[in-house]
């Protein structure tokens, strides 16, 4: 793997536990529903899609 595909990994996953971290959690922990899904949690599960389709598409130019 060349290394800034590897840097690029890294640094997506810093940014991704510090988005996952609880200080900026509680920022979407209110009582609001969006399609009927409480933020909270569809501000959990939407920073994980982010974080996996980025890394997906590092990877797949990598392997180009």
């Known amino acids: ?3 800034r595909h590897e840097q690029k990994l890294v640094i997506l996953s810093l940014a991704a536990f510090a988005m996952l971290n609880v200080p900026f959690l509680l920022i979407f922990n ?3 529903h969006v399609f009927g ?5 569809l501000s959990v599960f939407s920073i994980w899609l982010v974080v996996l389709i980025v890394s997906y598409v590092v990877l797949k130019r990598h392997y180009e």
């Open 1 to 3: 793997m060349k290394k």
């Open 30 to 32: 209110h009582d609001g």
């Open 37 to 41: 899904i409480p933020t909270f949690y």
